[in-house]
């Protein structure tokens, strides 16, 4: 049964209307909460120029600050989803929230790189989890003809993000001197004291689970149930719940090698994005923000045109393989770029497909993983694509240093990205083993 076509009439439920309600109370909240996660992962990439000549960070300095946040994610992501499937989505986000607001507004007090370096992995401690507890949050919501679309709502934030973050962050930027703090100092408390008030409105208005839940009827409720359980069917017998063996499922593996590289060369990228667009463009820093901002639109209308487009096909595997074969070719066009034109080509590819990428590994991970697996299956696959994002940008700051520019890192993340197709490639027939039906 295809959500939001049929009507399951003898039980009087429409399940397009069921799913409706379901988006609006989760997915704007949801949302709204990995918007700010994204903006203090990623808002040094705005703070490096003046915060590193500030504090006199070289770029290896910078890149190992950057790195160390997605280490400690790493490590404590399969942790985080354990103890979220035991004390329940909505108390174990709103803490995720809570502790990495308050860490990432102490950014704002770093003066030595190791103090740089605490904060940074602390950050990472505190957020680990979240978003891939969110995706298995939405799993327990969202049957598989509907999948796609939630969860591409809700990661639109990310892109979206940029938009923001472009913006804001060079106004905070200017606020240089204001209250006797820095432009740096400011965006960090400005950006990351929000996540607090909004970890206490996930605590107030997250919903549990479906049963729970005093907005569906009883016929309702055992409609999604049943929707729920025969996409499980789908999935093969369940398993039992031993950590272990969801950590050894191919799937796992396969989906969590993508993760690895496809983000290794993301977060990499971002890290120093505001630089190398400059560097490539010419442009002044409000000017690149703009672009990021820009940027973020396109990003975000390419991760919903796929999650709708790929729910419609019933296809995922077309989808990621175009969209990861784009990205490299933003990379390559980069690193061999001979001008403003070729440079802002190159963004442009980028912005407007990494995010469809991920989110077609998250997509195949909800199809392919049992409803008993995802839960560390999900925080597995991230953990693995996080320490990605830990060596990349360490590599990345090391060869600056060495070379004075980005190139050899700019040809680095296109090779790691060539390796993340041929990974695609190993996912595509391993999909077409498990699931001779899908495409």
């Not at 997915?27 to 990623?42: Q, T, V």
């Not at 709103?94 to 990432?104: E, F, K, L, P, T």
């Not at 969590?256 to 983000?263: E, M, R, W, Y």
């Not at 996080?386 to 993340?413: E, K, M």
Request: net charge positive; charged share 15%; glycine share 12%.
């Amino acid at each position: 049964m295809r959500v939001g076509v049929v009507m399951v009439v003898a039980d009087r439920v429409d399940g397009a209307d069921v799913m409706a309600r379901a988006a609006w109370r989760i997915i704007p909240l949801l949302g709204l909460a990995y918007m700010i996660a994204f903006m203090d992962r990623s808002n040094i990439s705005f703070a490096a120029k003046t915060m590193n000549a500030d504090l006199g960070f070289s770029a290896t300095v910078y890149g190992i600050g950057g790195g160390v946040f997605f280490l400690s994610y790493a490590l404590f992501e399969v942790p985080s989803n354990i103890l979220l499937e035991r004390v329940g989505a909505r108390r174990w986000i709103a803490r995720i929230m809570v502790s990495w607001g308050v860490i990432a507004a102490a950014m704002m007090f770093v003066h030595t790189a190791w103090q740089f370096y605490v904060l940074r992995f602390l950050l990472g401690l505190a957020e680990a989890g979240f978003f891939p507890g969110v995706i298995f949050y939405l799993s327990l919501w969202f049957p598989r003809a509907a999948r796609g679309r939630a969860i591409s709502r809700f990661y639109i934030s990310g892109p979206l993000t940029r938009v923001v973050m472009g913006v804001v962050s060079v106004w905070l930027l200017e606020a240089n001197g204001a209250g006797g703090l820095r432009g740096w100092q400011w965006l960090f408390l400005v950006e990351g004291l929000p996540a607090v008030g909004v970890g206490l409105l996930v605590l107030w208005l997250l919903p549990e689970e479906p049963a729970r839940v005093a907005w569906l009827s009883q016929a309702e409720k055992d409609w999604l149930a049943g929707e729920l359980a025969a996409d499980g069917a789908r999935n093969g017998p369940g398993h039992d719940r031993r950590v272990l063996r969801a950590l050894r499922l191919p799937a796992v593996m396969l989906l969590g090698a993508v993760g690895f590289l496809t983000t290794c060369a993301y977060y990499t990228f971002t890290l120093s994005e505001p630089q190398i667009l400059g560097a490539v463009t010419g442009w002044s820093v409000k000017s690149v923000g703009y672009l990021v901002s820009v940027g973020g639109l396109a990003g975000a209308a390419g991760m919903l045109f796929t999650g709708w487009a790929s729910d419609r096909a019933g296809s995922r595997m077309p989808f990621m393989v175009g969209s990861t074969a784009l990205v490299l070719l933003g990379y390559v066009l980069f690193a061999t770029s001979g001008g403003v034109v070729s440079g802002l080509f190159a963004y442009a590819c980028y912005v407007a497909c990494w995010g469809s990428v991920t989110l077609s590994v998250w997509m195949v991970c909800t199809d392919l993983v049992g409803s008993r697996d995802m839960a560390v299956a999900t925080a597995m696959v991230n953990a693995m694509s996080q320490a990605g994002a830990f060596f990349g940008p360490i590599a990345w700051g090391i060869a600056r240093d060495r070379t004075g520019s980005y190139h050899a890192g700019l040809w680095g993340l296109a090779a790691v990205q060539v390796l993340a197709l041929l990974c695609v490639g190993a996912i595509a027939r391993y999909r077409r083993s498990a699931m001779p039906t899908a495409v």
